[in-house]
């Protein structure tokens, strides 16, 4: 029954169960759960370097903005583009961010509405390192050369003190 629940729930971790379980079997137990643990590492380093990533948009009758993907029915505002990016982020997934915000721009772009403002709602961005604060200035330069605002929203204060150090609030701007 449990391996039927672990199954349904996630297939990497049903992989780690019988890894886990072979190694038990055919080492020492502590070899068994040092493997273990070490997959159980690289998968979650697998799935925060490229987490869930959404534009959000208004969906008819429920309050706020949500994925869009996952409101087939929702409406972006003209010009605006809200990307959520649902991680900390860190060397490990600043390249992917950058990446996955400016196909968020090209996409709505590609359906033929130019993007002024890209806002990054930065409510799952619990934690940056210096990588990633080098991630948003780069995300940042690239969409002022496209002539594109960036702004960041539901940005919690111990981010904003993280980011302090490095001038980056300065340069976006406090209004921003």
Not at 18 to 33: D, E
Not at 136 to 164: N, T
Request: charged share 25%; net charge negative.
């Amino acid at each position: 029954g449990e391996i039927r629940r672990i199954a349904v729930f996630r297939r990497s971790e049903l992989l780690i169960t019988f890894v886990t379980a072979i190694s038990v079997v055919a080492a020492v137990v502590l070899i068994g759960i040092g493997i273990a643990v070490g997959l159980s590492i690289i998968d979650l380093l697998r799935r925060i370097t490229r987490p869930h990533a959404a534009v959000l948009g208004y969906a008819p009758g429920v309050p706020g903005m949500h994925d869009m993907d996952d409101y087939p029915e929702s409406n972006a505002v003209d010009g605006l583009v809200v990307f959520r990016y649902d991680s900390p982020l860190f060397f490990a997934n600043a390249d992917d961010f950058v990446e996955r915000a400016l196909e968020a721009v090209d996409a709505n772009e590609a359906d033929g509405t130019h993007v002024h403002w890209f806002l990054l709602n930065a409510e799952a961005n619990t934690e940056f390192d210096l990588t990633a604060v080098d991630a948003l200035e780069e995300l940042r330069e690239q969409l002022i050369g496209r002539g594109v605002r960036f702004a960041m929203a539901r940005v919690k204060q111990e981010v904003i003190r993280q980011l302090e150090p490095s001038g980056f609030i300065d340069r976006l701007g406090e209004d921003h």
